[in-house]
Every structure is written in C-alpha cells, then in structure tokens.
C-alpha cells in the first residue's frame, strides 16, 4: 500500500512562519510535522509514499530525501509555483500512486492513528477518517454505522470533521482533468453516491493550521 502527504500548500494562515518554513516542516514535539507522519505510515507497514511539492519544495526535498533514513521510499510530485490545490494535486500524483487504493494525508495534521487497519468494501470508492469538531470547524459529514453521509440536515452535534486522512481508490478520481481544485467537492459527490465508508477515530489528532493551534500543540 501507498500513501501521499499533502505539502504543497503555503500555510497562510501560519506566516510569517511560513515565510521562510514550508509547514510541513515545522517542529511540534521535536520534529517536523511531515517526520512525525512518515513515522506514522512506517510503523503501519506503508514504505511506499509520494510526496508533492510547491512552496519551499527544494526545503522538504532536503530535509527528506529519499526517505532511506526512515525506512521509506520517497517519490516528489513537484508542482512548482503554480500548485493544485488539493485534488489537483492528487491528480498529478496518480501515476506514481499505482492501480491500488493509497492513503491522502494532510502534513499539517498530527494524530496517533493507526493507518493499517483500513479496507475498502467491494463498492467504495474511499474510507474517511472523521474527528469531533474541534472549536474552528462545525463539522463537514456525518458518520451512521460505517457510512458517510453529507453533513446537510444533520444537527451540529452529529456531524463530525474530516481528519485530513482518507483511504482512496483511484476510481475516486476517474475522469477528472489536472488542474487546481479542492478535494472537497469530489469527496461530496462520492458521499452522496453512497461510496463511501468512515470512522469516528477518538485519539490524538490536531490540525496545526494556525499558530494559536501550533502553539497548543506543543503544550501536549
């Protein structure tokens, strides 16, 4: 199995930090987001992880290389100054992700989640990882048995948030063209399609999106 991590992204929200720091590499806990996460995938068994590249890519590309220090192999997807956000990213990526369902995860997010457990069901197209809303977010879907289901119509305390981690097949991206888009759309159609499995996961997890969230990060 292989997995992408998201680190293309500017991390607005965090300069000036990100001035001169491309997020994923910033520290919590005494190393790196995109580390901790590397680690994450190892202890699961996923050695085989692309990573792409946009602002400050020749900085993470440094920091990782191939990977044969964590016990990884590393392939970059570089989308240089004109980054696709986060579907278009993915989209990019495809022919190194192979023909068999791969993790997306988001550098930013910091969690324990045990990736080796997942499986996609004959008929889905992907498996989400959804959290309890933390204070910046009302909730993107809700979660019945093991079925995602789109969050309208549910009340605010029966939707949970999308963790920045989802199990996808490639199918998720059949007929999409390369180019700048989010992920959140296609993750809608395929929610309502009924294509889609997930789990409320209760452990650590904490999006470090802004520096008030960073810095409660690296209290814990």
């Known amino acids: 199995m292989r997995a992408m991590i ?56 440094a920091a990782l290389g191939g990977g044969e220090r964590f016990g990884v192999a590393i392939h970059y997807s570089d989308e240089g ?11 990019n990526a495809l022919p190194l992700l ?18 080796a457990k997942v499986r996609l069901g004959p008929n889905d197209l992907a498996h989400f990882v959804l959290v309890d809303n933390p204070d910046h977010n009302d909730g993107d879907f809700t979660l019945v048995a093991d079925r995602v289901h789109d969050s309208d119509g549910g009340s605010a305390s029966e939707c949970l948030t999308y963790a ?43 999006d470090i999106g802004t520096p008030e969230r960073l810095a409660a990060a690296r209290t814990l």
């Open 164 to 206: 920045g981690i989802g199990l996808y097949h490639p199918e998720f991206f059949a007929g999409e063209r390369i180019e700048r888009k989010p992920l959140l759309p296609l993750m809608r159609h395929a929610v309502r399609a009924g294509r889609v499995a997930g789990e409320h996961y209760r452990g650590r997890w904490a």
């Open 98 to 115: 192979g023909e068999e369902p791969f993790w997306v995860v988001a550098a930013d997010v910091w969690t324990d989640y045990p990736f």
């Open 6 to 61: 998201l680190t293309a992204g500017r991390g607005e929200r965090l300069r000036p930090l990100t001035d001169t720091t491309p997020k994923a590499l910033i520290e919590v806990a005494g190393k790196p987001l995109v580390v901790h996460m590397i680690e994450r995938l190892r202890a699961a068994g996923i050695e085989d992880l692309v990573i792409n590249l946009g602002w400050l890519g020749a900085k993470i590309r």
């Open 81 to 91: 100054e004109n980054t696709l956000e986060t579907a278009g990213g993915v989209l």
